[in-house]
């Protein structure tokens, strides 16, 4: 604990004790000031670490720093057989002490944010994911002209290919061996890939400047049939040195019979993020799409779709929902609404199951629609049905559902459901409302909002999607008051 009687100043470098865990990956560290402590929060820290830390931002009662440095391990931590990554800080603690971490941290958001009493009482489970490591099916690796030494704890200019550097947005850690979260023998095969490119003369993306050609390497994998779609993005700068048929070739020697598909995409925007209606993508091998199996359904899905990261944790999700939609008896006739629904996967879920239901999806992204469309007629689904559309103006559209709706299911993305959004859900007078969400922060926010127009918390379930991350998948079920 800081031995200082001041509070400290914004830049100004610091070292302390993190003596606990907040939601989002928080680390807390707590400066004498006599009578009160004041509190710093800094991502990415572990609880018994000793750290240098910089005062990144400075209120009344708290600031926020940035990780500089960790100076001791923490006696909480392990040793991993694998390369830690800046996208799974916890993964040098047990498995059960996550767990128990998110447990925790979920209890107090319901409580404080939520105004739930009791929450002990409300709570019914903690899923556990079936496998703790190698569990993803997606990852994206970047390049970038400037890198880290791991040896040296220096910044270099090389040529990189791997995850950003803890805290950073333009330095990239070359990624040398297995991470222990996606499949091993890709992972391994990173460096071959960096060596490949690095020999073109081509240059990595200087993320500050942005210019270069090499932007992103993005992977999927289908968990059923244990192959790849590759995806390479690039800028068009000197592109016709780039010669596609070669890193094709590469890849295909590196991983032969388990690549579906190469794509190369040309984004030339400033942003990293892929706007797939506005850039240029050409398929250099094979599909352009993957397939995978949740709970014997068949999905096709494009580099541009959202689907579960780890397919065989949100089986057991999609399992609890499926649950909570029948908890009651429902009735042959009823209809259920699937907003935010992705590729559909809940909606032909509870639509396989019950063939006498009506079951419509709801989803912005054309893309994921149309794949759910496609995974319908493959499934021999004839009772699921989906739009495309914002949700709030699908609902607004729609007032001819009001009074017909039995369950709503909500999956809304991080930043949770808008109040105009969550005014027409209420209106629609279902009877009771399904809400999955990856930041039970928001959830909670909007439980409250739900709990004072006439919804009341029955029950709810934490479900461990991303094991060695800070993000926790919580499943709630709500139910009119009158009912």
Known sequence: MEQSFKKPKKGEELIGNVVDMAYGGKGIVKINMGKLDYIVFISNTITGQEIKYKIIKRKENYAEGRLLEIKKRSEIEKKIPYQSISGAPYSTLEISYQHQLKKRQVFELMTKIGGIQSVENKFKSFIESPKIWHYRNKMDYSFSSIGYNQKSKEIVDEFSLGFKKINTW????????????????????????????????????????KKGFFRNLVVRKSIINNNFLIELITSSENITKFKPDEFSKKILELHPNRITGIIHTINDNISDRVDYSKVNSKLLFGSNKISESILNLNFEISMSSFFQTNPKSAERLYSQVY?????????????????????????????????????????????????????????????????????????????????????????????????????????????????????????????????????????????????????????????????
């Open 170 to 209: 333009w330095i990239v850690e070359n990624l040398e061996k297995d991470s222990g979260l996606f499949d091993k023998n890709w992972e391994d095969s990173i460096k071959e890939i960096r060596n490949y490119c690095t020999k073109t003369g081509l240059p990595a993306w200087n993320i500050p400047q």
């Open 323 to 483: 649950d909570y939609v029948f908890e009651k008896n429902i009735s042959e006739n009823d209809i259920i609404l699937d907003l935010f629904c992705g590729t559909g996967t809940i909606t032909q879920i509870i639509a396989s199951k019950n063939p006498n239901l009506k079951v419509i999806g709801v989803d912005i992204v054309e893309k994921a629609i149309d794949n759910a469309i496609k995974s319908t007629h493959k499934n021999k689904i004839s009772n699921a049905s989906f739009f495309t559309g914002d949700v709030g103006k699908f609902l607004y559209q729609n007032n001819e559902l009001i009074n017909k709706i039995s369950s709503v299911i909500i999956d809304p993305p991080r930043s949770g459901v808008s109040k105009k959004s969550l005014k027409k859900i209420i209106e629609l007078n279902t009877k009771k409302i399904i809400y999955v969400s990856c930041d039970p922060s928001t959830q909670a926010r909007d439980i409250n909002f739900l709990e004072q127009n006439g919804y009341e918390l029955i029950k709810f379930s934490i479900i461990d999607q991303f094991p060695h991350t800070y993000h926790i998948e919580t499943i709630v079920l709500l139910q009119k008051k009158d009912l």
